[in-house]
């Protein structure tokens, strides 16, 4: 367990004694981050808060910069210091702090702190990524993505920093921006939004305060670096590119709000930095030799959804003029295949990958949210991959609020064709409440999508552990949201041999029932909960 911080520091310990204009009450009040390690370095994060939820998004500090002190150490006592320094917290940027160390040693853990005047941070842990032509024996992975804050309790998080991964990615949805009561989970909401919908600087600013203040989130922040990308509702729902989900002429001030808070909010290096309404979010983060991430934005550079935003059988879906990745980061990421070299190559992103199809007859009705609108954009990327002769490819995968499992072929109309990839999606940590747990030989989109292997309505996460031979996925469950504390229960377990594309399934937790929807009611359910607009 990481020690705290303590109430104060030695005065004077950079030279500078404590000033009677600093901080009144303790500003760490939304705690610490790391992320985007590196194998010299990390950013380390906190933002300055008094007063978090001000409805000015200021958070209570005045409006002038404060100097902050960082350390680094090797030991979480900093009896044996690695790195320190001095920066400032500019009011412009909601008192944020972004801090790359360098010249770290690779593949080690550090732990780290910040401080203002008398006040000092939580202390957080750390690590850098191996050196790049190392192969580590194993990487232990979290993912998750969609905490919605007002449907149920972010145990989830607890969980994940209990399991102390050396790596945590978030697939988005990491705040959501709806005005309480307004979306609303099946069995009721547990707590609800402070302000209104998010549509100024000030409302994003204060929704992610009101989301960091949870402990168990900082729980998780505090225990390992995290690589993040966002997906709609860090915006507006279900937005593409310049489109919002519906009419607004403030949309591009709205997303250049949404754009700043993330960044201000997030452990994200200072070349993310927001300009305008773009957020340069796609990036890689290199895990030696064993593993490549490659972290992708379907949200800024998609074409708008062709047929609406539901499940259609939609022609546009095929134009291969059509890209949810732009052309310039379809580019990128088939340059990264053919340079990467890695075992694994990841895809970390935030919408389902594989082709679902919803009916089970000729027409092809599938989510034109998700790649499934986007087909001849997946197929480049899966034809990239294999051009590049990608040794395991791997998509990660959030948004469906459902734990899933699949096979990836670069021709899903061929019940023949060969498997040439996988996919790994976690369902929400919260959003949708409580859910449903389920026997995934029941649900119906199984039945006639012999690529796809699980299914699983709960809430959880996923846990993995990346290996020279092999990938493990602990397809990980919590029986209850509702209420603080549920245990973390493992539903099912796939792995994905080294230079065997596809799924094998290890463990899947007996369902015990009875079974309280008819497959026509999993499948309205499953839509449902993907697409209900409030």
Known sequence: MLVGGGAAVVAGLFGRPASAEGPATDPFTLGVASG?????????????????????GRGGMADRAYEVWWQVAHDQRFTRPAASGMTWAEPSWAHSVHVEPQGLEPGREYFYRFGVDRWTSPVGRTRTAPARASLPTALGLAFLSCAQYEH?????????????PELIVHLGDYVYEYAAHVYNAPSGNVRDHAGPETQTLAHYRQRFAQ?????????AHAVAPWAVVFDDHEVDNNWAGPVPER????????????????????????????RGTALPLHRRVHWGSLATFHLLDTRQYRDDQGCGDGYRDCPAAADPARSILGAAQEKWLLDGFRRSGAT????????????????PGPALSTSQDAWDGYAASRQRVVQGWLDAKVRNAVVLTG???????????????????????????????????????????????????????????????????VGPAELTADFMTLPYVHRAGAPAQRKASFVIADGVPGLQRRYLRPFTGPQGLSPQEQADRTVWSETERP
């Open 399 to 465: 948004d469906v609020h459902a734990h899933w499992a699949a096979d990836v072929k670069l021709d899903f109309a061929d019940p023949h064709a060969p498997v040439v990839g996988s996919e790994l999606i976690c369902t929400s940590l919260t959003t949708g409440g409580d859910g449903l747990d389920s026997d995934p030989a029941t649900h119906p989109f199984l039945a006639h999508n012999k690529h796809l292997h699980l299914y699983n309505g709960q809430r959880g996460y996923v846990r993995a552990t």
């Open 152 to 164: 149920g309790f972010f145990t989830g998080y607890r969980r994940i920093a209990e399991s102390e």
């Open 36 to 56: 985007d390690p590196s194998p010299d370095g990390f950013v380390i994060w906190t933002r300055l808060a008094v007063a978090p939820m001000a409805e000015d």
């Open 344 to 359: 694994w190559d990841v895809l970390a992103q935030q919408v389902f990958f594989a082709q679902r199809d919803r009916d």
């Open 211 to 219: 989301y960091k203040l949870d402990p168990d989130l900082q729980a």
């Open 247 to 274: 009419p607004n002429p403030r949309f591009a001030q709205r997303r250049t709000a949404a754009m700043r808070a993330y960044w201000e909010n997030m452990p994200l290096r200072n070349a993310r930095q927001p």
